[in-house]
C-alpha cells in the first residue's frame, strides 16, 4: 500500500512538472481536435460576412486606384454603403494608422488635368480644374473615411499594442486613445504596454470605438486564446478587442458597463471566462463564414445609383456584421488555427464574435483543478493493480482513459475545456509503476511456486500456472469500399507455351509492377491467386475517394502492360489483362483460424467484381466498373475519367440487374474523334433500351465501319441484332445474362 502510493505520487509529480513539454504539446492537440470535432455554425453565424480584399480584388481596382494601399476615399464609400444597406456594426482588420502624404496619379488624371488647364481661361473649366485638384489632395481620402465612420455611427477601428513599459513613469502618462473604453483597472503594471499603433487621429475620433487586434499564440505557434482587455499608457482605462468591442455593440452593452467579477468578463449577462493571465479562450466554431469580395460593394454602389442591376441585392448587409481585411497573398494577416497553419487572422475575430453572440464561450480548470484531476487518476490507477489483474487492469485503465476523453469531449460542448492528457499520462504512469512493483513481487512468487512446487509438476503445468495465455482477436467491420480483380487473359495457353522457369519470371515482373500500382494509389494488395490479382480501397485507412483510386489503379496496371518494349515482357509480346471493379459494402477485418488468418474482404459485392473480370472478354473491353464505382468516381474526382455506358447485366449468383460501364482512360486524353463515337454509342443504347432496335443497331454498325476493332460496338451490336430477330418481353429491362464466370 505504502509503495502504491508513492508510484501515485512519482508519477503525479512527473506529470505536472511535464520536463520537456511533451504532454502539454500533446494536450494541445487534443485542444486543438475539440476545436474541428465540435466546429459548426451558431445561431449568430449567418450574421457575420467577412468583405474580403484578395488577390481578384486588387488586380481589378488597380487600373481605378493604382496599387495597394488605396485611398481611404475608397473605404469611405464602401462604409457609406453598408450604413446605407443596415450593416449592424462594421469592423476593419485593416491597420489606418498613418495619415495618407502622398496619392500616386494615374495617366488618364494627368491627361485631364493637362485639358482642362489648357481652357483654363473658361470660369467653369477654372473651376473643374480646382475640383480636379482638390481631390488629388491626399489628406482628402483620410478626411472622407473619418466622416463616412461618423456618419454610420457603428464602425470599429483596430489598433495594436505592444511592448512592456519602458519606464515605470510611463505607465503614468495620459492617454493619447479617444473615444470610450472599459473602465477596469489593469492587474499589474506588467499588463500595461509601452507602444501602440493607432489609427489616425480623425478616424480615431470618428469610430464608434477602437478595437484592438492583439491575439495570443500558444507554445506552438498555434493561436487559440486571445486578450479580452489591454492596457496601453492608462492603467485605469482598457482597450477591448476588436471582438469583443462589436460583439458588446451588437448586443446593446455599453462599453461603460463591462464588469469583471468571479474570474469571468462579464458583456452584460455573458460571462466570458478568463484565464489565469487575464487571457480567454477563443470560441472557435469554424471557417464557415461568408466571404464577399470587396468590389461588389463598389460595382453595387455605383450600379444601383446608375439604376441598373447589381451583384448584390439590397439588404444584403442588413443586421449583419461586416469584417473588412486584406486577405491577398503579402498584405493578409495569416495565422496557425486549429483548421489551418495559415488562417486569415480576421477569422479568428469573427470567431469571438460568433461565441460571444451565441453565448459560446469556454472556460477552463485552472491548475489547481488540473493537478486534483491528475492526483485523482494516479491514485485510481495504483489502486486499479492493486487489486486487478494486468489485462483487467489494463482494459479499465483503457475505459477510464476513453471515459474521461469522452468527458472531456461532451464537457466542451458545455463550455468547459477540460485537460485531457496529464490525467491519462498520470493512469498511464501511475499504473505503469503499480505494474512495476506487481511484477517485482510477482518475480518473487514465481520463484518461490518453482522452489515449492517445480519437483511433483512438469514443467509445461508449471509454465501455465505462471503465465497467462495469449489469444488472437478475429472478426471484421462493414465498411463501403471498392474492390479490383484483374487477370491476365490466356495465362493458362501462355503457361503451356513457355518453359517454367519463363513463366516464373514473367509472373514475378509482372506481380511486381501491378503490386507498385496498387500501392502508389494507396491500396492494400489483398492477395495473389495464381496470375490474379485483389486489392481493394478504405481500409484499413479512410479513403472516401477510394473508387477513384481504384480506377486510377486500373488505368495505371494497363498502362504497365502496354510498354511493348519493356524488358519483362520479352517472353510474352500479346500479354494482355482484363480488370474488373466494385463499390460497395463489404466486410473488412482479419479472417481465420487463430493460428493463421488472413486480411481481407468478404461480400456479394467483392463476389460482383470477381464476375465483371471475366465479363470483360464477351464485352470486348478491358476494365469493366460496376455504376456504383463509376459513381463513386465522378463524385470524387468531376469529369477525370472517361466511362461508356454498355447496358445491364444479370451476374452468376446475383438476382437483380448491374449497371455496367467501360472504363476507357482519362477526360483529357480523349480526341475529338472518339468523343463523338461516345457520343453516338450513347444515343445507340438509349435506343435499344427503349426497344428502338433497328436504330440502335444502325448506330452500332456505322461505328464498327469506321472502327473494325471496337469490342464494345461489336457486343452491343450483337445484343441487338439477337433482340430483333427474338424481341424481348414487354416487361424487359434491358438486362441480358451472364453466361460464363
Known amino acids: 500500500m505504502k509503495g502504491g502510493l508513492l508510484a501515485a505520487l512519482a508519477a503525479a509529480l512527473l506529470v505536472?512538472?511535464?520536463?520537456?513539454?511533451?504532454?502539454?504539446?500533446?494536450?494541445?492537440?487534443?485542444?486543438?481536435?475539440?476545436?474541428?470535432?465540435?466546429?459548426?455554425?451558431?445561431?449568430?453565424?449567418?450574421?457575420?460576412?467577412?468583405?474580403?480584399?484578395?488577390?481578384?480584388?486588387?488586380?481589378?481596382?488597380?487600373?481605378?486606384?493604382?496599387?495597394?494601399?488605396?485611398?481611404?476615399s475608397v473605404h469611405a464609400e464602401v462604409v457609406d454603403y453598408l450604413a446605407q444597406d443596415g450593416a449592424a456594426a462594421i469592423g476593419f482588420d485593416l491597420l489606418l494608422a498613418e495619415r495618407a502624404d502622398r496619392r500616386v496619379v494615374d495617366a488618364r488624371a494627368v491627361d485631364t488635368l493637362a485639358a482642362l488647364a489648357a481652357a483654363a481661361d473658361v470660369p467653369e473649366v477654372r473651376a473643374e480644374l480646382g475640383a480636379q485638384i482638390e481631390a488629388l489632395r491626399p489628406q482628402r481620402g483620410d478626411a472622407e473615411l473619418a466622416a463616412a465612420a461618423a456618419a454610420a455611427g457603428n464602425v470599429f477601428a483596430a489598433a495594436v499594442l505592444a511592448g512592456a513599459p519602458a519606464a515605470p513613469g510611463d505607465a503614468a502618462q495620459g492617454s493619447d486613445w479617444p473615444g470610450p473604453g472599459v473602465p477596469l483597472a489593469a492587474p499589474d503594471a506588467a499588463a500595461l504596454h509601452a507602444h501602440a499603433l493607432l489609427p489616425y487621429a480623425e478616424l480615431a475620433q470618428a469610430a464608434r470605438t477602437l478595437g484592438h487586434i492583439n491575439v495570443l499564440p500558444d507554445a506552438d505557434g498555434v493561436y487559440r486564446r486571445f486578450a479580452p482587455l489591454a492596457w496601453w499608457r492608462d492603467a485605469e482605462r482598457a482597450l477591448p478587442a476588436l471582438g469583443v468591442a462589436i460583439a458588446a455593440h451588437v448586443r446593446g452593452v455599453p462599453l461603460a458597463d463591462l464588469r469583471r467579477s468571479d474570474g469571468a468578463l462579464w458583456i452584460g449577462d455573458l460571462a466570458l471566462p478568463l484565464l489565469a493571465d487575464g487571457s480567454a479562450l477563443i470560441p472557435y466554431g469554424g471557417e464557415m463564414y461568408r466571404r464577399i469580395p470587396y468590389e461588389q460593394v463598389l460595382a453595387s454602389k455605383d450600379l444601383r445609383a446608375a439604376g441598373k442591376p447589381a451583384p448584390l441585392a439590397p439588404g444584403t448587409f442588413d443586421e449583419r456584421i461586416v469584417l473588412i481585411s486584406a486577405l491577398a497573398a503579402g498584405i493578409a494577416d495569416l495565422r496557425a488555427t486549429p483548421f489551418s497553419p495559415v488562417t486569415p487572422g480576421i477569422l479568428l475575430?469573427?470567431?469571438?464574435?460568433?461565441?460571444?453572440?451565441?453565448?459560446?464561450?469556454?472556460?477552463?480548470?485552472?491548475?489547481?483543478?488540473?493537478?486534483?484531476?491528475?492526483?485523482?487518476?494516479?491514485?485510481?490507477?495504483?489502486?486499479?493493480?492493486?487489486?486487478?489483474?494486468?489485462?483487467?487492469?489494463?482494459?479499465?485503465?483503457?475505459?477510464?482513459?476513453?471515459?474521461?476523453?469522452?468527458?472531456?469531449?461532451?464537457?466542451?460542448?458545455?463550455?468547459?475545456?477540460?485537460?485531457?492528457?496529464?490525467?491519462?499520462?498520470?493512469?498511464?504512469?501511475?499504473?505503469?509503476?503499480?505494474?512495476?512493483?506487481?511484477?517485482?513481487?510477482?518475480?518473487?512468487?514465481?520463484?518461490?511456486?518453482?522452489?515449492?512446487?517445480?519437483?511433483?509438476?512438469?514443467?509445461?503445468?508449471?509454465?501455465?500456472?505462471?503465465?497467462a495465455p495469449a489469444r488472437l482477436r478475429l472478426g471484421g467491420e462493414r465498411r463501403e469500399m471498392s474492390v479490383l480483380f484483374s487477370d491476365i487473359a490466356g495465362f493458362t495457353g501462355m503457361s503451356e507455351r513457355l518453359p517454367p522457369e519463363a513463366v516464373g519470371r514473367l509472373l514475378n515482373a509482372y506481380l511486381e509492377r501491378m503490386t507498385a500500382c496498387v500501392l502508389e494509389t494507396l491500396g492494400t494488395l489483398d492477395k495473389f491467386v495464381g496470375d490474379a490479382v485483389m486489392a481493394e480501397w478504405n481500409a484499413p485507412l479512410a479513403q472516401p475517394d477510394h473508387a477513384a483510386r481504384a480506377c486510377e489503379c486500373a488505368l495505371r496496371m494497363l498502362a504497365e502492360v502496354d510498354r511493348a518494349d519493356a524488358p519483362w515482357r520479352a517472353d510474352a509480346a500479346d500479354l494482355d489483362i482484363r480488370i474488373g471493379i466494385n463499390s460497395g459494402e463489404m466486410l473488412v477485418g482479419n479472417m481465420g483460424s487463430p493460428q493463421v488468418f488472413d486480411y481481407t474482404v468478404l461480400g456479394n459485392e467483392v463476389n460482383t467484381a470477381a464476375r465483371l473480370e471475366p465479363l470483360n472478354k464477351a464485352?470486348?473491353?478491358?476494365?469493366?466498373?460496376?455504376?456504383?464505382?463509376?459513381?463513386?468516381?465522378?463524385?470524387?474526382?468531376?469529369?477525370?475519367?472517361?466511362?461508356?455506358?454498355?447496358?445491364?447485366?444479370?451476374?452468376?449468383?446475383?438476382?437483380?440487374?448491374?449497371?455496367?460501364?467501360?472504363?476507357?482512360?482519362?477526360?483529357?486524353?480523349?480526341?475529338?474523334?472518339?468523343?463523338?463515337?461516345?457520343?453516338?454509342?450513347?444515343?445507340?443504347?438509349?435506343?435499344?433500351?427503349?426497344?428502338?432496335?433497328?436504330?440502335?443497331?444502325?448506330?452500332?454498325?456505322?461505328?464498327?465501319?469506321?472502327?473494325?476493332?471496337?469490342?464494345?460496338?461489336?457486343?452491343?451490336?450483337?445484343?441487338?441484332?439477337?433482340?430483333?430477330?427474338?424481341?424481348?418481353?414487354?416487361?424487359?429491362?434491358?438486362?441480358?445474362?451472364?453466361?460464363?464466370?
Request: glycine fraction near 10%.
Open 16 to 72: 505536472l512538472l511535464d520536463p520537456g513539454g511533451w504532454l502539454a504539446a500533446f494536450e494541445l492537440r487534443t485542444v486543438d481536435a475539440r476545436h474541428r470535432g465540435h466546429a459548426g455554425p451558431s445561431a449568430s453565424t449567418e450574421r457575420i460576412v467577412i468583405l474580403e480584399i484578395g488577390e481578384g480584388t486588387l488586380a481589378q481596382l488597380a487600373p481605378i486606384y493604382g496599387r495597394w494601399p488605396w485611398p481611404r
Open 349 to 467: 475575430h469573427a470567431n469571438v464574435i460568433d461565441g460571444l453572440l451565441a453565448g459560446r464561450t469556454l472556460r477552463a480548470t485552472g491548475a489547481v483543478g488540473a493537478a486534483l484531476m491528475v492526483l485523482g487518476a494516479c491514485l485510481l490507477a495504483v489502486a486499479t493493480t492493486a487489486r486487478l489483474r494486468p489485462a483487467a487492469g489494463l482494459a479499465l485503465l483503457l475505459a477510464l482513459a476513453g471515459a474521461h476523453a469522452l468527458v472531456c469531449w461532451y464537457a466542451y460542448a458545455r463550455g468547459w475545456m477540460l485537460p485531457l492528457v496529464p490525467p491519462v499520462a498520470g493512469l498511464a504512469l501511475a499504473w505503469g509503476g503499480g505494474l512495476l512493483l506487481r511484477v517485482l513481487a510477482s518475480e518473487r512468487e514465481r520463484r518461490w511456486l518453482r522452489d515449492a512446487f517445480g519437483h511433483y509438476l512438469a514443467p509445461t503445468v508449471l509454465e501455465q500456472l505462471l503465465r
Open 619 to 741: 464485352c470486348g473491353t478491358r476494365i469493366l466498373v460496376s455504376e456504383a464505382t463509376r459513381r463513386g468516381a465522378e463524385q470524387a474526382r468531376p469529369g477525370h475519367y472517361a466511362f461508356r455506358a454498355l447496358g445491364r447485366v444479370r451476374l452468376k449468383g446475383r438476382a437483380q440487374p448491374l449497371a455496367i460501364h467501360q472504363l476507357l482512360g482519362r477526360q483529357a486524353d480523349l480526341d475529338a474523334s472518339t468523343r463523338a463515337r461516345l457520343a453516338r454509342h450513347a444515343q445507340a443504347l438509349n435506343d435499344f433500351h427503349e426497344r428502338r432496335f433497328t436504330a440502335a443497331l444502325a448506330h452500332w454498325q456505322a461505328l464498327l465501319l469506321q472502327h473494325p476493332d471496337d469490342g464494345p460496338a461489336a457486343h452491343c451490336a450483337e445484343r441487338c441484332a439477337g433482340a430483333l430477330a427474338e424481341p424481348p418481353p414487354a416487361d424487359w429491362d434491358g438486362a441480358y445474362e451472364q453466361t460464363e464466370k
